[in-house]
């Protein structure tokens, strides 16, 4: 079954929800390597996106949520994540154009063109230790899916679970872009909370289509 957009709205209600629940820990991780201030920059965006849901027009479509998130986010989160994420929204809700409902392989699509839109801004590869190395496992595991026919829930498990490995993949890395990199060695032995976030979102897009 595809995903429309109560599946978009509630994945955003259940960003704000799981964001808001791991704030501190998002906190203490980019304390560990960072500013410290990941958690209350992400839970800002998305507690700033919520009153905005209600104020959808009738009709609107899961691009419509996503490019909501991606104003917003840009506009609240600030620092290196606001940016990042919010083109990852952007460049999502392009993908997912008007469609009213997003099949296992338009949810791999959309995927695939936030976290190329991460890549376009922040230019880190695979291993520097920030939240691409959550997005690009989470985008091969979807296309993957998607090949083999999943269904657009299935498609967004199979990725939030590479996520969630990508993420805990993160902790012996050297980090090589954003504020981590300035830690040089020191940065290994701590989890990228831009990865850890990302893994937090995408489960919660997947617990969202098996509502
Ligand atoms: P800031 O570092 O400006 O305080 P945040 O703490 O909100 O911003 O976000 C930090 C996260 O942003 C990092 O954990 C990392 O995942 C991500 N990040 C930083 N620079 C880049 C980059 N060039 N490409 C991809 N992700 C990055
Ligand atoms: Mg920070
Ligand atoms: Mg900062």
Redesign the pocket.
Known sequence: MGLDITWAVDWVRRSADVISEHRVELITL?REI??G??GE?MDRGFQAVLPKLDDLPAGSTPGDVLKLVATTLIST?G???GP?YGTAYLKGAVAAGSETSLDGSAIAAVLTAARDG?VMR???ESGDK???DAWTPAVDAADAAASNGSDAAAVLAAAAAAAREGAIATEPLVAR????SYLGERSAGHR????ESTALLLQAAADAASA
């Open positions: 980019d960072g500013d201030d990941h920059n989160v620092g290196a994540a990042l991460i922040g230019k880190a920030t939240m691409v872009k954003g504020r981590a990228d909370p831009g990865a």
